[in-house]
């Protein structure tokens, strides 16, 4: 498949850290609708994060690049012990936060961008993956067979869903669908979720903006991330799916195959 015009991609990449081996691949296109681009990625061996930044051409690209900057200090050569990878990480999303505060934008609009993705970390000695979001980008996991959203939104609808008062189908029409509540920057509280979950055998990490789920159900995601094929082209199937279905939005996705030493990767 050949690339969007506009699109920005990664080869597939291999890494082992911690005892787990990875592969991963990245891609990022503007979609149909937006002229700019203001999504960002930052992969590394057991590092896969995404941030989708708001605020106009140039405050949300800034935004974006701002976070993913200061969470690339948190990288090291192998996995720290969950609790202080954690602190870490919130320390470095409040200097993001105040960054991006600080952003001018020729817009008038107030900066800002959601966070998403994993690092690899141990709890009591086992590899981990220490998940973190902040805003409405998801990171999701097919594992033995089960596909879960491992994140929750941080937006109006997630909050009406939570009360009852929509169902999962009901918010993904409702016009209030792309209110976050909250985020770094945007005049909101940085106050990211993490949960820490233990790695798998085998298993696939989906970490994606909302350019994605806002275009496809998790069913559709689900399929995709089910079929044979290698990474790379199960990433170009993600956005060409998210595309064909409008394309309203920036669409970026990192799709990371991830195996633990007692598991051949066979690759």
């Known amino acids: 498949m050949t690339a969007e015009a506009g699109e920005a991609r990664s080869e597939i990449v291999y890494g082992v850290q911690g005892g787990v081996s990875m592969k991963w691949v990245a891609i990022s296109n503007p979609g149909r609708v937006r002229m700019t681009n203001e999504d960002g990625a930052l992969t590394g061996p057991g590092m896969f994060l995404l941030a989708d930044g708001m605020g106009g051409h140039d405050a949300g690209e800034v935004a974006s690049a701002a976070a993913l900057e200061a969470l690339a200090e948190v990288f090291g050569p192998e996995p720290a012990d969950a609790q202080v990878v954690m602190e870490q990480v919130v320390d470095r999303l409040r200097d993001a936060h105040a960054a991006i505060e600080a952003i001018d934008s020729e817009t008038g609009k107030r900066a800002g961008t959601t966070v998403t993705g994993v690092l690899l970390t141990t709890y009591e000695g086992v590899p981990h ?18 596909f879960e959203q491992l994140t929750v939104d941080h937006s109006q609808v997630q909050e009406l869903i939570n009360g009852g008062f929509l169902s999962p189908e009901q918010a993904r029409v409702d016009p209030r669908r792309n209110v976050i509540t909250r985020a770094l ?26 350019g994605l789920n806002g275009e496809l159900t998790d069913d559709e995601i689900r399929q995709i991330l089910e079929s044979d094929v290698p990474i790379d082209e199960c990433a170009d199937q993600l956005v060409a799916a998210a595309l064909n279905a409008g394309g309203r939005d920036n669409v970026t996705v990192i799709v990371v195959d991830a195996t633990t030493e007692d598991t051949d990767p066979d690759w």
């Open 185 to 210: 920057g945007a005049g909101m509280e940085p106050d990211a979720d993490f949960w820490i979950v233990p790695a798998q055998p085998r298993e696939k990490l989906l970490v994606c903006s909302d």
């Open 129 to 146: 993956w220490l998940v973190v979001n902040i805003g409405d980008s998801r990171t999701y996991r097919l594992a033995e067979g089960y």
